[in-house]
């Protein structure tokens, strides 16, 4: 009788103990699921609280007329100051942020030549500084809707300063694309060497009695139209934005 119940109480206690280790187990890997919920919930939260942080510093505002191209309007508000863009139109409402970056895409007959750009800042004693620059790129039609660039010729200015109007009306300048071509002239015979060494429907062996840049089948245009814009409060903190407008295709 008493080697059974020392026999029952040895079982009783390794059942015991296995039950405490399986309790133990479940609790652990409960934790572990509320912690990693957790975590998740941290993560979302952010990536929320991120979007809403951008949707919050940029806001659009659109004004098209139907009756005249130079009343449209784009108007970006920086969070310190709106910039205006007259006469101009962009391609879509989505526009590309990243950092202190932003992507336009210009609408096809829309450009940033001669456009009045206008600064609104939420601070008057706050300064501000302009400046452009323009990439230029030669493409080359080798064949039916298929293009290539002149690596060799696709060229970003340096930034120049544009002039101020009561602080904060700034003109950008022309292209003066008849200059810039006549530049391209002078490497017409290195353009045309390049331009044979494509292949393509369009590239013949008649490219090679070319004997001017217009006999060959390029197109010099402006293709990126860089602004950048420098905010200096009272204190004399910096702050610094840069606008990239994609040009439509032939402007």
Avoid at 35 to 44: A, L, N, P, R
Avoid at 84 to 92: E, H, L, M, R, V
Avoid at 109 to 114: I, P, S
Avoid at 146 to 174: A, V
Wanted: hydrophobic share 35%; aromatic share 10%.
């Amino acid at each position: 009788m008493k080697k059974t119940i020392l026999i029952f109480i040895i079982l009783f206690s390794i059942l015991s103990c296995k039950k405490t280790a399986v309790e133990k187990k479940i609790s652990t890997i409960v934790e572990k699921e509320s912690e990693t919920k957790k975590i998740t919930e941290s993560i979302e939260s952010e990536i929320i609280v991120d979007k809403q942080k951008i949707d919050d510093e940029l806001k659009f505002d659109r004004k098209v007329s139907e009756d005249d191209d130079d009343l449209n309007i784009l108007t970006i508000d920086f969070k310190n100051y709106k910039l205006a863009i007259n006469g101009y139109t962009s391609y879509d409402t989505k526009f590309e942020i990243k950092n202190d970056t932003l992507n336009i895409n210009e609408s096809l007959g829309f450009n940033l030549e001669e456009r009045l750009l206008e600064i609104i800042p939420n601070n008057k004693s706050d300064v501000f500084e302009v400046y452009i620059a323009n990439e230029q790129n030669l493409t080359v039609y080798i064949g039916e809707k298929q293009f290539q660039e002149l690596k060799g010729w696709k060229k970003i200015e340096q930034y120049k300063k544009l002039n101020d109007s009561l602080d904060i009306y700034y003109k950008t300048p022309s292209y003066n694309r008849q200059s810039k071509e006549k530049k391209i002239h002078l490497d017409f015979e290195k353009i045309k060497t390049e331009v044979l060494k494509m292949k393509g429907e369009y590239i013949t062996e008649k490219l090679s009695q070319a004997e001017s840049y217009n006999e060959l089948p390029i197109e010099f245009w402006i293709s990126r139209v860089f602004i950048k814009i420098i905010r200096t409060d009272i204190d004399g903190n910096k702050e610094e934005k840069i606008l990239i407008n994609n040009s439509s295709w032939g402007c």
